[in-house]
Structure formats: structure tokens, C-alpha cells
């Protein structure tokens, strides 16, 4: 059917593996014809759709480690960072977004995890897109009500005495938590102490790793 | 707790399975439709909130709720929102994804 090979600059393209042999399903045909008409339509640029995409897959949890571990050698950042998280990833010129993002402490008392009930709201500025779990109906069914369950199923288990606060992330409010620092890191630096800081850590999953 | 009045998005608290810790790498697409919708709720454009997105997730129903994927409802979302709002129109949608198809069908098979 070649004839409607619309290619309208006259020459071959390679062949791109990543891109082309994903399987031509319904969704994703709706979205290229949904970017190319909105494109034509001048409502975006194919230069800002590009920017765009190149600017979310930029985010990963190596961000939020960052904060994590100035906030784990330096008081006073940690007590701006937990009072707002946008303001005090400015002062590492890191751009949070513009949704307000809240800090929650791991402490020997308190243990935070996050959840979105209602859908996937996540700092993704600082942690990257949500891993498919926490868009489960397991996770957002479960962690408000079973929070040690679901912990569990991670391998996190918690003393008793430990007390669980479960945040439920909005559209308008999110959370980063602030992991444990772990024992025997008194002599890592602030790279090293980074390194230890995982996406889960900051979800309220697990704990940071130790070191090896 | 009652029931009543409870939507089918709004899950928390609910029994359900054990969490499965599954990820995957996002496809090129789903990082697309991402960027779309992040392009359209921008400070230049507006033309697209999130809360919109989300009651345009709901309305897909129960049934496409838990069987579609989770970009699948973000870009059946998008685009019956940008019909409603008269920016796309079903008519030009529908065939420019018949020639999408076929371009990607034939690109596949060189």
C-alpha cells in the first residue's frame, strides 16, 4: 500500500529498532496521529514535543538522592527541604516543578510511605516516572488500610512500635520520603551518601541501602 | 464503610491482591502521550488540566479501567477530551490514524 507511505521528504530512513518494532497497536497509532495533527494544527511544535519528552526521560531518582543526601549531612537543609521540597531543590538548582512536593522524615519512631489512590500522582521531577506497581490496584487499594502488609510484600518489615503514616498524593500536593540514613555511613561523603538512596527508599518502600 | 456513591477509580482502602512489584521501560509512545499532555496543561497552552485528564480516565468505565493499560487510558483520555473541546475532530482522527496505521504497517515490513 504504498501509496499511502506518506514519506514527504524524499528519502529513506534507517531502520530504527526502539521505535519501529514495537508492536503497531491501537494506542499507539491514536497517539502519532493525535501528535501529528496537533502539530499541524500549531497547537505544539514537533521541537517542543521532542524537548518535552527529552526533559521527562532526564528525571530519574538520582535527583531526589541528592536532596536526600545534602538533607542527611546538613540539618538545616533537611528542615527546609521537609518544609518544601521545590524551594530547597532550587538552592541545588534542581527544578521540582511547579506542584507543591512536601518532605516526610523516616525517623526510629516514624516510617512514611506514599500512595495515590486515586491515580499515580508521584514527584516525578525528582524520582522519574512511577513504576507500574505503584499504579496497581494492589498498591492504591491496599496501602492505606494494610500499610505493614504491603511493606511486607516489599521486604520492608517494621518494628511494632514503629509508627506508619501513609500519605495519599494529589494532583496538588506530593510527597518525597526522607529515608533513614543508614548505620555505619558516619566517614561516606555526600556522592557516596547518595549512592546509597534508591527510588523505593523515597517512596516509602524499602529503606536505603547500606553500604557494601 | 458504605459503598455507596463509590466510583470505580477510587479504590483506597479496598481489598485486593499482593502488590506485585512490576515495572517496565516505557515504550516510545507511552513517553509520547506523556509529553503530549504535560505540552497541552503547560502555562503556554492551558488547554488541559489534570483533573480533566482524570475525569476523562474515569469516564472510560469500569471495564476499560481495568483492562486497559495505563498510557492506553491516558491517550484515550486525551483525545476524547480534545474532541469534546472541538480541537481535533473525530472525522480527521480517524483517518489520520488509518494512514499512521498504514505507514507503520508498511515501515514494519521493509
Known amino acids: 500500500m504504498k501509496e499511502h507511505h506518506h514519506h514527504d521528504h524524499g528519502h529513506h530512513h534507517p531502520k530504527q529498532p526502539d521505535i519501529e518494532d514495537q508492536p503497531i497497536t491501537y494506542y499507539k497509532v491514536m497517539t502519532e496521529a493525535l501528535a501529528e495533527l496537533l502539530v499541524e494544527k500549531g497547537v505544539i511544535t514537533a521541537g517542543e514535543l521532542r524537548a518535552q519528552m527529552e526533559e521527562q526521560n532526564s528525571r530519574s531518582p538520582a535527583f531526589g538522592a541528592k536532596l536526600i543526601a545534602r538533607a542527611w549531612i546538613d540539618d538545616s537543609f533537611k528542615s527546609r527541604l521537609i518544609a518544601d521540597v521545590n524551594a530547597a531543590a532550587a538552592e541545588l538548582d534542581i527544578d521540582a516543578g511547579d506542584i507543591p512536593i512536601r518532605g516526610v522524615e523516616n525517623t526510629d519512631d516514624v516510617h512514611n510511605i506514599v500512595v495515590c489512590t486515586l491515580c499515580s500522582c508521584y514527584p516525578r521531577s525528582l524520582i522519574g516516572l512511577p513504576p507500574d506497581w505503584y499504579k496497581s490496584r494492589a498498591y492504591r487499594s491496599r496501602t492505606v488500610r494494610e500499610p505493614r502488609r504491603v511493606l511486607g510484600e516489599f521486604g520492608t518489615t517494621l518494628p511494632e512500635d514503629v509508627e506508619v503514616r501513609v500519605h495519599d498524593s494529589t494532583a496538588d500536593l506530593r510527597f518525597l520520603v526522607i529515608p533513614k540514613r543508614p548505620d555505619g555511613t558516619d566517614g561516606l561523603d555526600e556522592v557516596q551518601l547518595a549512592d546509597l538512596v534508591t527510588r523505593d527508599s523515597m517512596i516509602g518502600v524499602s529503606m536505603a541501602k547500606t553500604p557494601a | ?110
Open chain 2, 1 to 110: 464503610m458504605s459503598d455507596f456513591g463509590r466510583r470505580h477509580h477510587d479504590m483506597g482502602g479496598l481489598d485486593s491482591d499482593p502488590v506485585e512489584a512490576t515495572e517496565h521501560d516505557y515504550a516510545y509512545w507511552e513517553k509520547k502521550i506523556d509529553a503530549i499532555r504535560r505540552l497541552l496543561a503547560d502555562e503556554k497552552r492551558k488547554m488541559f488540566t489534570v483533573d480533566e485528564m482524570r475525569r476523562g480516565i474515569e469516564e472510560l468505565g469500569a471495564k476499560a479501567y481495568d483492562e486497559m493499560s495505563y498510557y492506553e487510558r491516558w491517550a484515550a483520555s486525551t483525545t476524547n477530551v480534545l474532541i469534546e473541546k472541538g480541537i481535533i475532530s473525530i472525522d480527521e482522527l480517524g483517518r489520520r490514524m488509518s494512514e499512521v496505521e498504514e505507514r507503520l504497517k508498511a515501515e514494519a515490513s521493509e
